[in-house]
């Protein structure tokens, strides 16, 4: 009988594990005909989403809500474009973030037999907070994230919160940044810098490294830390998925 009550609790545990209603794993991608890849690490639309010729390890940060790989520990594989995948998952249209990024962690550890556990390391890393004098971003009313612009040198978002903003901070200084503003809501962001490895040119417009610019033109600061932080390690993943 106690065998069988602790057989019902896994199952009903199981069964209330947050599921897309569809979801399409594959192996590789699209190539373009230059040989370039175009990346997607976590595209979401109407509960849709959208992950393209991504590794593994970017498959782990979009589900675990994770700024760089950095706070991820595994096997070099995960991070090889050699392994690629595709993922399109679909859920309902008003489907909450965080709840998509649950139901993208039980997709891999069904998909990859994922298993993972966390711990605490001491890692240097960067802090997003106000600077004095406050934000200087317009707020902007609920919509939709609108990408205008995003590379080397210039961010253009519309409806952007600021822990998409210290992800994309993070990609562009290759190192992990947390939000620690306290800003809720979503902003109006224009920021132009001049990259770190940007050729002199003397006809280019003269704008601030990336850490004065941010505090000149959006009223934040970037901040060293070396507080521990919480690690992923992933402790089994396959290299093949299981099939649709």
């Not at 599921?19 to 979401?44: M, Q």
């Not at 990408?147 to 290759?174: A, C, F």
């Amino acid at each position: 009988m106690t065998r069988w009550i602790c057989s019902l609790f896994l199952a009903a545990a199981v069964w209330a594990q947050p599921a897309f209603d569809v979801a399409s794993v594959k192996e590789g991608g699209p190539v373009r005909p230059d040989g370039l890849l175009n990346i997607t690490l976590g595209k979401v639309s109407h509960g849709t989403v959208t992950l393209t010729n991504t590794t593994l390890s970017e498959c782990i940060q979009y589900a675990y809500g994770l700024t760089n790989e950095v706070q991820i520990a595994g096997p070099d594989w995960i991070r090889s474009r050699q392994y690629r995948f595709q993922i399109v998952a679909k859920a309902p249209p008003d489907t909450p973030p965080g709840q998509l990024r649950l139901m993208m962690q039980a997709l891999l550890e069904e998909r990859f037999r994922l298993a993972v556990h966390r711990e605490p390391r001491r890692i240097p890393h960067l802090d997003l907070t106000v600077a004095k004098g406050g934000p200087r971003m317009p707020v902007t009313a609920d919509g939709p994230m609108e990408g205008r612009y995003y590379g080397p040198g210039r961010l253009s978002y519309g409806h952007m919160t600021m822990d998409w903003l210290v992800l994309m901070l993070s990609r562009q200084l290759k190192q992990p940044v947390f939000n620690r503003t306290g800003l809720n809501g979503a902003f109006d962001v224009e920021l132009d810098w001049t990259p770190d490895n940007a050729e002199p040119d003397p006809n280019a417009t003269p704008y601030p490294d990336l850490f004065s610019a941010i505090q000149k033109q959006l009223g934040l600061k970037l901040e060293e830390s070396k507080s521990e932080l919480e690690v992923l390690v992933v402790d089994h993943a396959e290299k093949t998925p299981l099939p649709n």
